[in-house]
């Protein structure tokens, strides 16, 4: 191998290693946020499932009485309504931090 081809070689093996490191760069912001929600539908999930055992509490049910269709079905429900009231929360503190009323 002639000192041309090394040098080329290792120029393309150095390009590379800088290509991957400032795309993991750029990448790192869309990592963050896919990690961040992923969090979030956790704590969220949990929270429905809590919220669940307590709806079959009330019912004197407990999760063997279900199946694991009714079951996800039922903590999807749950969720949903997580979501939702969280969604008006964060509305609603929008619009106090702008001085606006809910009910304009």
């Given at each position: 191998?002639?000192?041309k ?9 150095i390009y590379?290693i ?8 750029f990448?790192?912001p869309?990592l963050?946020?896919k990690e961040l ?8 999930r949990?929270?429905?499932?809590l919220s ?5 509490a009330e ?8 199946t694991?269709e009714e079951l996800?079905?039922?903590i999807?429900?749950?969720e949903?309504?997580?979501k939702?009231?969280l ?7 929008a ?8 009910f304009?």
């Open positions: 191998m002639s000192l081809d090394k040098i080329k070689q290792n120029s393309s093996n590379k800088a290509k991957s490191s400032a795309s993991k760069a990448d790192y869309n963050k946020s929600k992923e969090a979030i539908s956790k704590k969220i949990k929270r429905a499932i669940t055992k307590a709806r079959l019912r004197n049910k407990s999760f063997e009485d279900y694991d996800e079905i039922i999807t429900d749950e949903r309504k997580i939702d009231d969604k008006t929360k964060s509305l609603v503190a619009l106090a931090i702008l001085g606006l009323d809910f304009i």
